[in-house]
Each structure stands twice: as structure tokens, then as C-alpha cells.
């Protein structure tokens, strides 16, 4: 995989106009080697010599020379393009969808705001109870996040359906903490769960890909992944991977903020779900 193809479409949205011209250049002909000078590629990209150096920098490089050489040397490994084509392989749609993952998990680690998740981390860690809400893909999520948060030893719900987490709303008191999870923000159900919950003196947490949207009004705490959706691309897998890392983390947390308490992964739950497994004696005695 060609990695320098990979960070600049990593860094692409924090490039300025200029930096921009260069990286277009570099994503239009990738596996090309760069131009012997440097006045050469500014020529290319309509850029600057100067802005190429910053270019350069910002990929974690010297100069443009260290990066030319970088180039150079990938040049053997495959370029993973973004776009799904109809002319792809199976295989190149699955090169695809896990260098779109990746770019994900990078983008996310990147945007999620350290203080927020560190503060959502320790409401749920001191919640009577937590209430996880989600429609479609989100409602899968907000389930994993309760399953793991129960293992871990927190009182823990996921609800999927919308009578049933307006419901659960009405039930919860001020000890406890609400979760939305959407990718858009937008659900209107999950919006409306999370004002009625803030407006009953309820604290309210949301994962969401996408910034100022409304969800964000009626939360809290928010955790905000990154991920970049294309017409072809993977979206649904990629969101679904960013947030299940933010669940993980959080879980992690849980579990070793309990584990001074007697309360982590306890051996007889553990125990209990291992003989759930299909074991060789079980196997044999068929």
C-alpha cells in the first residue's frame, strides 16, 4: 500500500489552497516518480517552490528532496485509489473499503477531542444506569456499546426502536447519563429523546460523524468521529468502524476503572460465556 498516497489524503482537509494544487497533482498521477527539481513540480501543480516545502513538511519530511527519494521508493507498491469502479475485482473493492477504513480510525483519532472523551468516560463510569440509543446501523453500535459496557460491570441499556427509547427516557433520573448514536446527527428521533432527556435534568452524550449538527445542541458531551463518505465509497463500514473504536476506548476505561473495585470482568460472567463455546469433548461426544 502506498502510504504517502495514504497521508495525503489523510491531511488533505487541513492543506491550505496552495498545499492543495500539490497534492491534487500527486493523487492525479499516482506511482509517478516526482520531477528531478522542484521548480519543475511547482510548474506542474501551478504552485510555489516555497509552498512545495511546506507540502513536503507537513507529510513529515525535510524537504522535497526527502520527499522525492520517499516516492521514488514506493513506487512499486500498489496505489489504493479511492473510488469503487464497476471495472474493480472483489478484491480490489476490499484493498479499497480497508484503506477507507483505515483513513477513518486516522481521521477520527485526529478529530475526537481528547477532554470529551476522557469526560464522557468518567459520566458513565459514575451513572446510575447508561441508556444507549440508535436507528439502523447506529442502533447496532449503540447495542455493542451496551453489551460491553455491561461485561465490564455498568448498568447498561441499548434501545432500537422509537416508542421504546422515548419510554426508556421517561424512566431515567438524574444519576443517569443518555447516549445518542448517529452518524448524520440529524435522526429526529434521537434528537428528540436527547432535548427531552437535557430537559429533564438528564446529562446526554452523543457519537456522530458530523459536525454542527443537531444532535450536538442537545448533548453534552459530544465525541465527534471523521469520516470521509464517497458516492462509491464505504461509508457505512467506515463510520461503523470509527465509532465502534470511540465504544472500545470508552469500554477499556470502564473495565480497568473497576478492576480496583472487584468489579471488572469478573471471572464467573467470563466463565459462564466460555461454556457457550463449542469445546473438542462436546464435538467428540457427538
Same mark, same amino acid.
Given at each position: ?48 517552490e516555497s509552498t512545495i516545502v511546506r507540502f513536503a513538511r507537513r507529510l513529515g519530511f525535510s524537504g522535497y &528532496? #526527502?520527499?522525492?527519494? !520517499? =516516492?521514488? !521508493? ?5 496505489? =489504493? ?7 474493480? !475485482? /472483489? ?22 477531542v481528547p477532554e470529551n472523551i476522557a469526560a464522557a468516560a468518567k459520566l458513565i463510569a459514575g451513572a446510575g ?9 447506529? +442502533?447496532?453500535? +449503540? ?7 455491561? %461485561? +465490564?460491570?455498568?448498568? +447498561? ?9 422515548m419510554i426508556a427516557v421517561s424512566r431515567m433520573n438524574k444519576s443517569d447519563v443518555l447516549v445518542g448514536v ?17 430537559? %429533564?435534568?438528564?446529562?446526554?452524550? /452523543?457519537? *456522530?460523524? *458530523? ?10 458531551? @459530544? ?9 462509491? &465509497?464505504?461509508?457505512?463500514? /467506515? ?15 470502564? @473495565? ?13 460472567? #467470563?466463565?459462564?460465556? %466460555?461454556?457457550? %463455546? @463449542? ?6 461426544? #457427538?
Open positions: 500500500m502506498n502510504k504517502i498516497i495514504l497521508k495525503t489524503r489523510l491531511l488533505y482537509n487541513e492543506m491550505g489552497k496552495a498545499e492543495k494544487k500539490i497534492a491534487d497533482w500527486l493523487l492525479a498521477h499516482p506511482g509517478d516518480n516526482l520531477p528531478m527539481s522542484i521548480s519543475e513540480l511547482a510548474e506542474l501543480s501551478n504552485s510555489s &528532496g #526527502e520527499l522525492k527519494i !520517499s =516516492v521514488a !521508493s514506493e513506487q512499486e507498491k500498489k496505489v =489504493v485509489l479511492p473510488a469503487i469502479s464497476e471495472n474493480d !475485482s /472483489c478484491f480490489d473493492i476490499l484493498e479499497k473499503i480497508c484503506s477507507d477504513a483505515y483513513l477513518s480510525l486516522e481521521r477520527t483519532k485526529r478529530t475526537i444506569k447508561t441508556i444507549l440509543i440508535g436507528l439502523g446501523s447506529s +442502533a447496532f453500535v +449503540a447495542q455493542d456499546a451496551a453489551n460491553k459496557f455491561l %461485561r +465490564a460491570g455498568y448498568q +447498561a441499556y441499548s434501545y432500537g426502536d422509537t416508542h421504546m427509547q448517529s452518524q448524520s446527527g440529524a435522526s429526529k428521533d434521537i434528537v428528540e429523546a436527547l432535548k427531552f432527556a437535557k430537559s %429533564r435534568g438528564i446529562s446526554t452524550v /452523543c457519537i *456522530t460523524g *458530523t459536525d454542527k449538527s443537531p444532535i450536538m445542541k442537545q448533548s453534552d458531551i @459530544v465525541l465527534l468521529t471523521d469520516t470521509e463518505e464517497t458516492k462509491h &465509497g464505504s461509508p457505512a463500514i /467506515c463510520s461503523h468502524f470509527s465509532r465502534l473504536v470511540v465504544i472500545d476506548s470508552l469500554c477499556y476505561y470502564l @473495565v480497568y476503572k473497576n478492576e480496583p473495585n472487584g468489579k471488572g470482568l469478573d471471572d464467573e460472567s #467470563e466463565k459462564n460465556l %466460555r461454556s457457550k %463455546r @463449542v469445546t473438542e469433548t462436546d464435538e467428540t461426544n #457427538e
